[in-house]
């Protein structure tokens, strides 16, 4: 397949496998990610997928630039082959609207629907995670279908609770510690996204997929109780 190759520095080197986001570059993005992780090339340090790259970080002591990218090309001869692919499927449950969704009905309104339709479209959406970024452990979610896409904030808030969850453009997310940003906040759940004191912290990986359960007020509460007994 076509790709094209750049340094990043002189410790790694970026793979790019398409020029737009969709399914197939999306594919490819995880195929070699997995093919990456499964071989292990000694001079590997590590492998961060995005939305239509990955980019490859490794031990210049090991290795040059030019050998890590005629193995990468190597290795892109293989993606065409049977890859055990597998990916997770992650239940987010969230409380929409009132204090933890203030945008919910900014977005219903641009999208000329009720509070209640953007809910209905966001939990029924088929959604795979595309990338981890801008925050610890930030999901950028596609799969969101674009009757409830909505822009960014003109004017980015300061402060965003952790755990709220957003949309801007066809994308949405959820804010996993507290962080300025300029998304439309439509809800919050209770689950911990980003926990330092895990050995892989992101509680969401690339690859996965998202399925959104819209809970009450109370249930959040009760939730988020329960979660922070566990913790103490």
Avoid at 130 to 140: D, K, L, T, V
Avoid at 176 to 189: A, N
């Amino acid at each position: 397949m076509k790709a094209s190759f750049s340094p990043l520095g002189d410790q790694a080197i970026a793979v790019e496998l398409g020029n737009k986001i969709d399914e197939e570059t999306e594919k490819q993005v995880r195929k070699l990610s997995v093919l990456l992780e499964s071989r292990q090339p000694e001079w590997l340090i590590e492998v961060i997928p995005a939305f239509t790259t990955v980019s490859v970080f490794y031990d210049p002591c090991v290795a040059t630039y030019d050998v890590v990218k005629m193995e990468m090309k190597e290795l892109l001869e293989q993606l065409g082959e049977d890859l055990p692919i597998q990916s997770r499927t992650i239940e987010i449950p969230v409380c929409y609207g009132g204090e933890f969704g203030p945008d919910l009905e900014f977005v219903a309104q641009h999208n000329n629907l009720t509070a209640r339709e953007v809910i209905e479209i966001h939990t029924s959406g088929d959604y795979s995670v595309h990338m981890i970024g801008f925050a610890p452990g930030f999901p950028f979610i596609g799969g969101m279908s674009e009757k409830i896409a909505a822009p960014r904030r003109d004017s980015p808030r300061l402060r965003i609770p952790e755990r709220t969850v957003g949309i801007a453009g066809n994308q949405t997310g959820a804010y996993p510690i507290e962080t300025p940003g300029g998304w439309q906040l439509i809800g919050r759940t209770p689950i911990r996204l980003f926990r330092p004191e895990d050995d892989i912290p992101s509680l969401l990986q690339a690859g996965d997929r998202i399925i959104f359960k819209e809970i009450s007020e109370r249930a959040y509460y009760e939730w988020e109780e329960e979660q922070n007994a566990e913790n103490t």
